[in-house]
């Protein structure tokens, strides 16, 4: 009798569609009304973000580190995809009439998705260092050791060409590294908790997606910019619609998107 090995058989990888400007409004649309059918679990996640922001704001007065409130600010948006990974459940368990309770959305948080997810948070983490990093890195090219405070470095951008020069710089390196970690992670947690792929598959899926449809997507990038933009001005609070929405719609645009 001889022994034969079976070969191994692995799930097949993820088909990506094309899709269009109107499904990415319909799934803005759709992710407003997942808020209003759950709002409880989107005003509670919204506002953990929003803490955590705050918590941010608190530790550069007190250290007086308010000229790197910037940088710190708009890299926050780098982990928006991963602090948004309630919403995908909730939009998943209201999209199969499931039951919605706090263990069961906090379990497949922390368990469904198991390594996958914590590498992901890993990389949306790094990527968040590896912003700040550049824009210090930024800031001593253009301004030296020397800190400068809010209203004297927004004066310096408004008024010498070193400032402007640095604003506009330090803005384009953001775009594009903004730009990267949306493509692996636009549709790749969402990916994870509904299929349980691993980290590898999911990222790729995601970057061909972005490639597939790159107008559609670059429209969904510019939507979560300028909304959590706007939630920023708001002192965070507006992230406690914002997120929640953005996060239920981003469920919605990977069902569309991947087959």
């Known amino acids: 009798m001889s022994d034969q090995t079976q070969p191994v058989q692995r799930p097949a990888s993820p088909k990506v569609r094309t899709i269009t400007f109107n499904d990415v409004v319909k799934s803005l649309r759709e992710g407003l009304r997942d808020f209003q059918r759950a709002p ?4 509670a996640f919204g506002l953990i973000y929003a803490v955590f922001g705050w918590f941010i704001l608190l530790l550069l007065f007190r250290y007086d580190a308010s000229a790197y409130g910037y940088p710190l600010m708009t890299g926050f948006a780098l982990v928006a995809p991963f602090a948004a990974a309630g ?10 009439s499931e039951p919605l309770s706090w263990g069961a959305v906090f379990g497949c948080v922390f368990g469904r998705g198991g390594k996958a997810v914590g590498i992901m948070a890993v990389v949306t983490t790094f990527s968040y260092i590896i912003w700040l990093d550049i824009a ?4 001593v090219m253009f301004f030296g050791l020397k800190p400068l405070r809010m209203p004297a470095l927004i004066e310096s951008i408004l008024t010498t060409p070193a400032g402007f020069v640095f604003f506009i710089a330090g803005n384009a390196v953001g775009a594009v590294l903004a730009v990267l970690v949306f493509s692996i992670m ?3 947690l969402p990916i994870v908790f509904d299929r349980q792929v691993d980290f590898v598959t999911a990222m790729i899926t995601s970057v061909k997606a972005v490639i597939t449809n790159p107008r559609p997507m670059l ?7 300028v909304l959590l933009g706007l939630s920023l001005v708001s002192v965070f ?3 406690l619609v914002t997120l929640p929405v953005l996060g239920h719609a981003t469920w919605h645009l990977y069902r569309r998107v991947v087959q």
Request: glycine content about 10%.
């Open 136 to 139: 210090a890195a930024m800031y």
């Open 40 to 43: 409880v679990y989107g005003l």
């Open 87 to 96: 919403f995908y459940e909730v939009s998943r368990r209201l999209e199969k």
């Open 186 to 188: 636009v549709v790749s």
């Open 219 to 225: 429209l969904w990038c510019a939507i979560i910019g």
């Open 237 to 239: 609070l507006g992230l």
